[in-house]
């Protein structure tokens, strides 16, 4: 193939993938012409590629428009779902699964098992999550529908090459992945459970915007995410910062009080002490009994909490304190404006979000010139396992012409 050939390609790999980007992160179907001014591309170009999409099975044609008083009824465009999708698997502390998600945003096969996962043996876990993703696999053949890439969420340091270096909230170090079936088959891209759950928050990331979320595709914003650990995520203009060694985040262990207790990570006084789960349930006296149940101490946390409990609103009003000294500090550092909660601490509601937020404010320098917003995430359920899943559908996004070429073959 000759040079000029495959400069070719590559120009009509990067088209595909800007107007299929252009489309996802649009709520209306869009013509041909509205692609056009949108994307910057030709006219021309545009009856190039729409075509390769509708017959690649990823772009479908609706009915035309009424006939204006002059020209051609525009015919609208949208995401076709059904043809391809993306897998994202996660092991986390309250459990393990995947989810096959396709790029229309429906949920083609998924399956959670909830169970207590601390100190469990690797081997065991990975190999009953493989189990669980052939039977997805087997109904994502049934459909005729072609896994395009995949996802691995987990609550630790993860590496680009496939090692877990530690997950203290899993009792697992220096792993490597690969040598589990379900990874070395699948190879998917691992990051850290915050870092998929923001992706999850980006409207048009990898499958369809159907609605305005707290956030657009193209904005920036810190992601904390909180359940036993605090993890948390910064995203820049619509793209998560990994940093040097693909770390950055790591929002839980910052140091909120340097006489504060010790942490799993042996460091004095981080806000996961404080504000995670754990700390939150043993500080508000949860019993045993309630702290054995899964998810039964958050709720038994909360019944106090809302019942005014003194015990519960002294541990709440303490975590706050810490979140919000821990969320000025990366304001601060970041200069980014936008936070959003997800995890448990979603489930205390807006009103206590906007406590945390004027507890902030006051510390952001600058202020009250800028100003912090909180906001409660609105991807209730698992948004690490949804992120997982929108990575690996961005490998289509990323390289149409290779899975539209296999259409086509």
Request: proline residues 4%.
């Amino acid at each position: 193939m000759s040079l000029k050939s495959i400069n070719q390609d590559d120009l009509r790999n990067h088209n595909l993938s800007v107007v299929l980007d252009t489309m996802l992160r649009s709520v209306e179907p869009l013509s041909r012409a509205e692609l056009a001014k949108a994307t910057g591309l030709t006219k021309a170009t545009m009856s190039l590629l729409i075509p390769m999409l509708i017959a690649g099975k990823a772009v479908r044609e609706g009915s035309p428009a009424s006939l204006p008083a002059q020209g051609r009824p525009s015919t609208p465009l949208s995401i076709s779902g059904g043809r391809f999708c993306g897998i994202g698997l996660q092991i986390n502390t309250d459990g393990f699964g995947f989810t096959a998600v396709d790029i229309s945003g429906e949920i083609v096969a998924e399956e959670w098992i909830s169970e207590t996962m601390t100190q469990r043996d690797p081997e065991d876990i990975f190999g009953r999550l493989d189990e669980l993703v052939r039977q997805g696999e087997a109904v994502i053949a049934e459909r005729g529908m072609a896994i395009v890439g995949s996802g691995l969420a987990l609550p630790g340091l993860v590496t680009e090459d496939l090692r877990l270096l530690t997950a203290h909230n899993l009792g697992w170090q220096q792993l490597d992945l690969r040598r589990f079936d379900v990874i070395s088959r699948l190879d998917p891209h691992p990051d850290n459970e915050a870092n998929m759950a923001a992706l999850a928050q980006i409207p048009g990331y990898a499958t369809q915007r159907r609605q305005q979320g707290i956030v657009g595709p193209a904005d920036s914003f810190i992601y904390i995410s909180t359940d036993i650990g605090i993890g948390g995520a910064v995203v820049h203009e619509g793209r998560v910062e990994h940093g040097d060694h693909g770390f950055a985040g790591e929002l839980g262990h910052i140091s909120v009080a340097l006489d504060g207790p010790v942490c799993r990570c042996g460091r004095r006084g981080c806000l996961e002490s404080y504000a995670g789960r754990r700390a939150l349930v043993e500080s508000a006296g949860v019993s045993d009994e309630g702290a054995s149940k899964q998810g039964g101490d958050i709720e038994e946390l909360l019944d106090r909490w809302n019942a005014g409990e003194e015990q519960a609103l002294r541990a709440v009003d303490t975590a706050v304190e810490a979140m919000s000294s821990g969320m000025a500090s990366v304001i601060n550092i970041l200069d980014v404006s936008t936070v959003i909660l997800g995890g448990i601490w979603g489930r205390f509601g807006q009103a206590l979000a906007q406590r945390i937020e004027k507890r902030i404010n006051p510390q952001i320098l600058g202020y009250p010139e800028v100003s912090a917003h909180v906001q409660i995430s609105d991807i209730n359920t698992r948004p690490a396992l949804l992120g997982a899943a929108e990575v690996g559908l961005r490998r289509f996004h990323d390289d149409p012409l290779s899975f539209l070429a296999e259409v086509d073959a």
